[in-house]
């Protein structure tokens, strides 16, 4: 869902195994089956690819379709090709899903960084999310915490999730433990 999200599409999902909620599309396996594959050999994955794209244009699209008494690669040119987005300039960030307990020190551990959640989540077992950018950690489904992401070994403290008392030792502040 989040990939279609940022993609700019939306999914229209089908129950497994049942072919027949998708028709338009299962049956152009068997064309593609008995039309190109059957009797060829490929010398490798480049030439299956070189091979189908000139099918596709000089033999598949070009042919009558049966149903619509078009050829495809026309309709597709003249009613479809339009509403194309552009190919994305960056590629999909791929987020970590990862299931930390929060310990003691109100901190749970997400990619070898640690990161603070307010107390009342003391032992409790979050859902954290990371991507190139930020952390978030969610409750029982519920967003509880946003952290930038910190590389291995970093830390991420936000002082509200801490006890007063704790505060200033969680925090390693040396001046305001020396001033003690």
Same mark, same amino acid.
């Given at each position: 869902?989040?990939?279609?999200? &940022?993609? @700019?599409?939306?999914?229209? !999902?089908?129950?497994?195994?049942? %072919?027949?909620?998708?028709?338009?599309?299962?049956?152009? *396996?068997?064309?593609?089956?008995?039309?190109?594959?059957?009797?060829?050999?490929?010398? #490798?994955?480049? &030439?299956?690819?070189?091979?189908?794209?000139?099918?596709?244009?000089? @033999?598949? +699209?070009?042919?009558?379709? @049966?149903? /619509?008494?078009?050829? %495809?690669?026309?309709?597709?040119? /003249? +009613?479809?090709?339009?509403?194309?987005?552009?190919?994305?300039?960056? $590629?999909? &960030?791929? %987020?970590?899903? =990862?299931? $930390?307990? *929060?310990?003691? #020190?109100?901190?749970?551990?997400?990619?070898?960084?640690?990161?603070?959640? $307010?107390?009342?989540?003391?032992?409790? /077992?979050?859902?954290?999310? !990371? &991507?190139?950018?930020?952390?978030?950690?969610?409750?029982?489904?519920?967003?509880?915490? *946003?952290?930038?992401?910190?590389?291995? +070994? +970093?830390?991420? =403290? #936000?002082?509200? #999730?801490?006890?007063?008392?704790?505060? =200033?030792?969680?925090?390693?502040?040396?001046?305001?433990?020396?001033?003690?």
């Amino acid at each position: 869902m989040e990939y279609a999200q &940022d993609r @700019g599409f939306s999914i229209d !999902a089908a129950r497994v195994r049942h %072919p027949k909620d998708k028709p338009r599309v299962e049956r152009q *396996v068997p064309y593609v089956r008995q039309r190109f594959f059957v009797g060829e050999e490929f010398v #490798d994955l480049a &030439d299956a690819q070189r091979r189908a794209e000139v099918w596709c244009a000089q @033999g598949a +699209g070009m042919r009558i379709h @049966g149903t /619509t008494r078009c050829r %495809p690669a026309e309709a597709f040119a /003249t +009613g479809e090709q339009h509403l194309l987005l552009p190919a994305p300039e960056f $590629p999909y &960030d791929v %987020p970590v899903f =990862t299931t $930390p307990k *929060v310990h003691r #020190d109100h901190h749970v551990e997400v990619a070898r960084a640690i990161y603070s959640v $307010p107390g009342d989540l003391i032992g409790l /077992t979050l859902t954290a999310r !990371a &991507d190139r950018s930020v952390v978030k950690l969610y409750a029982k489904g519920q967003l509880v915490k *946003v952290h930038p992401r910190q590389a291995p +070994g +970093g830390r991420s =403290t #936000d002082p509200a #999730d801490l006890p007063a008392e704790r505060t =200033t030792y969680a925090l390693r502040d040396i001046d305001h433990l020396i001033s003690m």
